[in-house]
């Protein structure tokens, strides 16, 4: 069984940077792809960054050029390195396995709060 646990959301001032991390447990075959999701309230749940096994990336539009994705050296954990922080990137952000660059797929971790205050 796969498990994803995530650590460092929190709240910050806009323009501030924020690191989320995810390690994920179980079937490697199920790590190919790795990503990031947020869910803001009142609204559906997007993409924001993805990440093969090989290092190829997706990114939403609104993050290019700000957030960064990477894995660790083991391949099972996952970064987004959030910067120039904007409010309207406040959410619920969500790790998540098993999928492909542009879907998600079955595994989903526990989700950790990023607030942005302006």
């Known amino acids: 069984q796969v498990q994803l646990v995530e650590s460092g959301g929190g709240l910050v001032q806009a323009g501030e940077s924020l690191r989320l991390s995810c390690a994920a447990s179980?079937?490697?075959?199920?790590?190919?792809?790795m990503g990031w999701y947020r869910q803001a309230p009142g609204k559906r749940r997007e993409l924001v960054a993805a990440?093969?096994?090989?290092?190829?990336?997706n990114y939403t539009d609104s993050v290019k050029g700000r957030f960064t994705i990477s894995r660790g050296s083991a391949k099972n954990t996952v970064h987004l390195e959030m910067n120039t922080l904007k409010p309207e990137d406040t959410a619920v952000y969500y790790c998540?396995?098993?999928?492909?660059?542009?879907?998600?797929?079955?595994?989903w971790g526990q989700g950790t709060q990023v607030t942005v205050s302006s």
């Open positions: 179980g079937s490697p075959f199920s790590f190919r792809a």
């Open positions: 998540n396995t098993g999928g492909r660059l542009w879907r998600p797929g079955d595994y």
């Open positions: 990440i093969t096994m090989e290092g190829t990336t």
